[in-house]
């Protein structure tokens, strides 16, 4: 059974930093890529950053410079560490896990997310 279980979520002020946790089991971690995805109240879900099984990196641009997405196989655990965090930040972040298949359509892990709320 596959599980993505996210921690180190919780309330910040602006400008402040939180890491994010995703811990993987079920899955063979290193063949999978990686992603953090978010979702506010009202508003549909969306890619913030990725990373491929090579460690190539892309990040929303509403996120470039501030957020860092890592991953380490050994622990078979992806982070997103978040720096300079904006009230527009604030949303439930959910870790995904892609598997891409030969001739067919990859298939996509969820966690059940984390919130991060930044607010003075």
């Known amino acids: 059974q596959v599980q993505l279980v996210e921690s180190g979520g919780g309330l910040v002020q602006p400008g402040g930093s939180l890491r994010l946790s995703c811990a993987a089991s079920?899955?063979?971690?290193?063949?999978?890529?990686m992603g953090w995805y978010r979702q506010a109240p009202g508003k549909q879900r969306e890619l913030v950053a990725s990373i491929t099984t090579g460690s190539t990196t892309t990040y929303a641009n509403s996120v470039k410079g501030r957020f860092t997405i890592s991953r380490d196989n050994a622990k078979n655990t992806v982070y997103l560490q978040m720096n300079s965090l904006k009230p527009e930040d604030t949303a439930v972040y959910h870790c995904?896990?892609?598997?891409?298949?030969?001739?067919?359509?990859?298939?996509?892990?969820w966690g059940q997310g984390t919130q991060v709320t930044v607010s003075s």
């Open positions: 995904n896990a892609r598997s891409y298949r030969p001739t067919q359509l990859p298939i996509d892990y």
């Open positions: 079920g899955i063979i971690f290193s063949s999978n890529a």
